[in-house]
């Protein structure tokens, strides 16, 4: 299995632009989480979906911050517009509801906005 | 909602000695409490977890210990070596699988 996929790896963006970061999660989870990696704040839980549709996204910062999860092997995290403090890690996880707990992770995003 | 703290921030040890990282939470219904290991520039990868049937678990030199009653669990690494400098997260989770980590602990190993 390939494991959980993140694209891109790198992003570097000017303020005010969108962002969109990808996740294919590993084939026949049905939970997908997405994670943000600050310094200052930890992890941080932002959203998480089971079987396609959002069960909490209490930690989406503010309106800037969308995700979607269209089918059960992808999903995005939108940031319009960008601004510096959303300079991250972005992680996505994914885990099998049928098994255990264990969320495996993605390799991360590194965005940095300008 | 849940609120995982985890103590200490840094630790530092010889290779060799024990170390030893302490988490509370406060959230009763908390059941499930995982362990990651965090390498520089790497993904979270889990070391080893508990559930809340069981008192203590160990996996070769890891182990991790659970008091229910006080809300608090702890990763013990015994002979710890070089490779097992990184940064270590505690979490905690009900059944439903959302995990509220802790801050983290960097520990260094000194050879």
């Known amino acids: 299995d390939a494991g959980v996929i993140q694209s891109p790896r790198h992003e570097v963006t000017e303020m005010g632009q969108e962002v969109t970061l990808r996740c294919k999660p590993i084939?026949?989870?049905?939970?997908l989480f997405w994670y943000r990696q600050t310094m200052m704040r930890g992890l941080e839980l932002l959203i998480y979906?089971?079987?396609?549709?959002?069960?909490?996204d209490s930690g989406m910062p503010e309106d800037r911050f969308s995700a979607k999860m269209p089918n059960a092997s992808f999903s995005t995290l939108k940031i319009q517009p960008s601004e510096p403090r959303d300079s991250a890690v972005y992680f996505c996880?994914?885990?099998?509801?049928?098994?255990?707990?264990?969320?495996?992770f993605g390799p991360g995003t590194r965005l940095t906005v300008t | 909602g849940e609120n995982v703290e985890q103590h200490p921030s840094t630790l530092s040890v010889q290779e060799g000695d024990s170390a030893v990282i302490k988490c509370t939470y406060s959230?009763?219904?908390?059941?499930?409490f995982p362990w990651y290991k965090q390498e520089l520039g790497k993904r979270p990868q889990l070391i080893i977890d508990?559930?809340?049937?069981?008192g203590e678990k160990k996996d070769q030199r890891i182990a991790v210990t659970l008091n229910k009653t006080a809300k608090h669990f702890s990763l013990h690494i015994t002979e710890t070596q070089p490779e097992d400098s990184a940064v270590y997260f505690c979490?905690?989770?009900?059944?439903?699988?959302?995990?509220?980590f802790g801050k983290g602990t960097k520990l260094s190993v000194k050879p």
């Open positions: 996880a994914s885990r099998d509801g049928r098994g255990g707990f264990e969320q495996y």
């Open positions: 084939s026949g989870h049905d939970y």
């Open positions: 979906f089971n079987n396609n549709v959002p069960i909490d």
């Open positions: 959230d009763s219904a908390s059941n499930y």
């Open positions: 508990i559930r809340s049937n069981v």
């Open positions: 979490a905690a989770s009900k059944s439903q699988g959302n995990l509220i």
